[in-house]
């Protein structure tokens, strides 16, 4: 009897897009990120998704020094593969970016494949009521260019190449493939290739389904079988999306990160609701969950005993 296929969750548990005014239940204290890491793999995340933010005021915080307030914690507490951001916040620069996964050498790191508009203004007319100043400067900004060049990609490649740290591929949008495609050609990054593609945020691809299929379709095209496919929707998309994805070979991203909702209406009290949620729908496919060691030899990971923390 054949067995059933392993579908990889990512539990992006905090990020910089939501601030902490829009929900009591993101994670913002170096104890509250790691409490979510833990929860979310302990329901069903092979893979945690890592951002850092100032505990006061729950700005994003890309200092190795804030990682270093939780990442032990989490390292001795599971097992689980931990993914440390290069984006950060579109506001900061390359250098801020990358320090964290360059000083930690984490077995999987996020790196964008592109440059773009950013925008989050849309979501100052569904939060009005802000406890911090810089939430709403940082919102109403329509002026944020996303900036991942050539230039800037290849900085973050070369700074972690000699650290066996794979990356987790963000792509937001068709071009982004394109410039995968480029690195791959050149022997910059290698197979297996985690490809994340991003749907639904204001300056990259749509959510439709149609948006979905043509991503993949492209993706098939460029990578064939050398890439793992991973998606992640953002707000009141994350589940169709996922459910698309989980039913067409995919893997899948969920978290506070990329939505704060577990229905409509209805804001998730925590990431492993999510994670609990995804995975209903992925078993309901008579799919199975990746555990983090079915990851780590999916992904071609280094493991868990040779990371920097």
Same mark, same amino acid.
């Given at each position: ?54 505990? =006061?005021? $729950?700005?994003?915080? =890309? ?12 390292? =001795? ?44 203004? $849309? ?7 802000? !406890? ?29 190449? $000699? ?32 490809? =994340?593609?991003?749907? $639904? ?33 953002? %707000? ?37 609701? !999510? ?10 496919? %008579? ?16 493991? %868990? ?5």
């Amino acid at each position: 009897m054949a067995r059933a296929r392993k579908v990889i969750i990512t539990c992006a548990v905090t990020g910089a897009i939501h601030t902490p005014s829009m929900s009591p239940y993101l994670p913002v204290t170096p104890e509250e990120i790691a409490d979510a890491a833990i929860g979310a793999a302990e329901a069903g995340a092979a893979i945690v998704h890592l951002h850092a933010r100032n505990p =006061q005021t $729950g700005e994003p915080d =890309q200092t190795p020094e804030a990682f270093a307030k939780f990442l032990p914690v989490i390292k =001795q507490r599971s097992s689980c593969v931990v993914n440390i951001t290069t984006g950060g916040a579109p506001t900061m620069t390359i250098e801020e970016r990358v320090r964290p996964a360059a000083t930690f050498k984490p077995e999987v790191a996020s790196l964008n494949l592109g440059s773009m508009n950013f925008g989050l203004f $849309g979501m100052l007319d569904r939060f009005k009521d802000l !406890q911090h100043e810089w939430e709403r400067t940082y919102l109403a900004n329509k002026d944020i260019i996303f900036r991942n060049s050539f230039g800037q990609i290849e900085h973050i490649l070369t700074t972690c190449a $000699g650290n066996d740290t794979r990356f987790e591929f963000e792509c937001y949008d068709t071009a982004h493939l394109y410039n995968l495609k480029y690195f791959f050609d050149r022997g910059l990054v290698k197979a297996p290739l985690f490809i =994340q593609t991003v749907f $639904g945020l204001q300056g990259g691809i749509g959510s439709h389904p149609d948006d979905v299929m043509h991503m993949k379709r492209t993706a098939d095209r460029l990578f064939g079988d050398q890439y793992h496919w991973s998606v992640l929707g953002a %707000g009141r998309n994350q589940m169709n999306i996922a459910a698309m994805a989980a039913a067409m070979g995919g893997n899948v991203r969920v978290g506070l990160e990329d939505s704060l909702w577990a229905g409509p209406g209805r804001l998730a009290q925590s990431n492993a609701e !999510q994670v609990a949620q995804v995975r209903r729908i992925i078993e309901g496919l %008579g799919l199975e969950v990746a555990t983090p060691d079915d990851a780590r030899e999916m992904l071609s990971l280094k493991g %868990g005993d040779r990371v920097g923390f």
